[in-house]
């Protein structure tokens, strides 16, 4: 920038157009637009000018579709939550025995392999068996290891009882699918 030997300030085009102007030479229309730039870029932003792009109200479209979305996915994971904590509880009810269907309860430690992978077979094995009732004595709580104790048996264990609630057979330890089924036959 070229420094004026008067002022010694920076010449810029708003500067040297104004010095023209004061010769009496009528501003051009380009001219006005150099000024009217200059004058804009120095001006304050305004208020409208300095909201942020991500600023925005709640009854936004972007937040109306977010919450269209999300309300669904919400309601869907509470609906398994709930059904999934139905299912434990219903299955960890063992005041059950006696009642007139025969049932299978497993001695269970959540933590022990060898427990979840008899659970798997005896689940399998019970597929085609609407008429005998699986639950699990949870060794963890207060009431399966109580149920654990009044019988005498380690976990990884299955005590079959008849609809009167009388034990009629002992399974110990990861047995295979087609001997449960044989033995729950006789149930």
Do not use: W
């Amino acid at each position: 920038m070229a420094l004026t030997s008067q002022s010694k300030q920076p010449l810029n085009r708003y500067t040297i157009m104004s010095k023209r102007n004061k010769k009496g030479a009528k501003p051009n229309k380009a001219q006005e637009s150099a000024k009217n730039t200059d004058l804009k870029k120095k001006a304050k932003p305004s208020a409208k000018s300095t909201k942020k792009q991500g600023d925005s109200t709640l009854l936004s479209r972007r937040n109306l579709i977010r919450l269209l979305v999300a309300v669904p996915v919400v309601g869907v994971a509470g609906a398994a939550i709930h059904r999934h904590d139905v299912q434990t509880r219903n299955m960890h009810d063992l005041s059950q025995l006696g009642k007139g269907t025969p049932t299978i309860v497993q001695i269970h430690d959540p933590s022990c392999p060898l427990c979840r992978r008899l659970m798997k077979n005896t689940r399998t094995a019970l597929e085609d068996r609407d008429n005998v009732s699986f639950r699990v004595a949870d060794v963890t709580t207060g009431e399966g290891k109580q149920f654990q104790q009044k019988y005498n048996v380690p976990n990884v264990t299955l005590l079959l009882f008849n609809g009167k609630g009388k034990l009629v057979d002992t399974v110990q330890g990861v047995t295979p699918v087609e001997e449960l089924v044989t033995r729950f036959a006789k149930l």
